[in-house]
């Protein structure tokens, strides 16, 4: 069993579309996230959910809302797509982002190409 | 910002150990030290963690100094399946608000 899935692996669509990505986990944690990694390679945090509760907004564009309808999912809702939304996005989860410790696991990570 | 530095790239051969650097020297003391690698097209991947005493498990070694100010990755016997980027991240605990942060790693390259 995948612990951390995420749908669809590759996206591909045109400028101004409206796409959603799913992510579940079924390791039982309560914090689930959303990184965004460029062309480049870096690797941003965008959006951290605790027990379904919005704890962290990294200044992502009101285009793009998360949601979480039970702690073991978080998609990630993005309107009206833009050249720029091209990247890599990683879902992960940990046990509690207030722990003292806290391991991240990542999906497989979702390629959107937007034309 | 990311709080470490790392070298852009290293080689290592294959059954060799690879020494994987990282300076952190404005770490403070609730801050923990955490390595995660990435393999080409798939998600990063933790494996290992310490504050201030040197860790081991089945994947790594962790070195950390004295003054905490650096720490050292070590891959005891390196593979092919080892090539991957390798970050290291600093982390403090007990706010909601505390996040693992990814600079731009280490490209570690492991030939034959």
């Known amino acids: 069993d995948t612990a951390v899935s995420q749908t669809p692996k590759y996206l591909v669509t045109q400028m101004g579309n409206d796409k959603s990505i799913k992510c579940e986990q079924n390791?039982?944690?309560?914090?689930m996230y959303w990184y965004k990694q460029d062309s480049k390679k870096f690797l941003k945090i965008m959006f951290s959910y605790n027990n379904k509760e919005l704890i962290i907004n990294e200044t992502v564009p009101n285009r793009f809302s998360p949601k979480s309808p039970d702690k073991a999912h978080l998609n990630l809702h993005i309107n009206s797509l833009e050249l720029g939304d091209s990247a890599v996005y990683f879902c992960?989860?940990?046990?509690?982002?207030?722990?003292?410790?806290?391991?991240?696991?990542f999906g497989s990570g979702t390629q959107l190409s937007v034309l | 910002d990311a709080k470490t530095t790392q070298p852009p790239s290293m080689d290592c051969a294959e059954g060799r150990a690879a020494n994987l650097p990282c300076n952190h020297s404005t770490i403070s003391g609730n801050e923990y030290v955490y390595w995660y690698r990435q393999i080409h097209s798939q998600g990063p991947q933790y494996i290992i963690h310490?504050?201030?005493n040197n860790e081991t498990n089945e994947m790594a070694s962790l070195i950390i100094t004295e003054d905490r100010k650096s720490s050292t990755l070590i891959l005891p016997h390196a593979t092919l399946r080892d090539t991957a980027v390798y970050y290291c991240?600093?982390?403090?605990?007990?706010?909601?608000?505390?996040?693992?942060?990814f600079g731009t790693g280490t490209r570690l390259q492991v030939f034959p």
């Open positions: 991240i600093v982390r403090g605990w007990g706010s909601d608000t505390d996040k693992l942060i």
């Open positions: 310490g504050l201030k």
């Open positions: 390791l039982g944690h309560d914090t």
């Open positions: 992960a989860s940990s046990q509690d982002i207030r722990a003292r410790v806290e391991k991240l696991f």
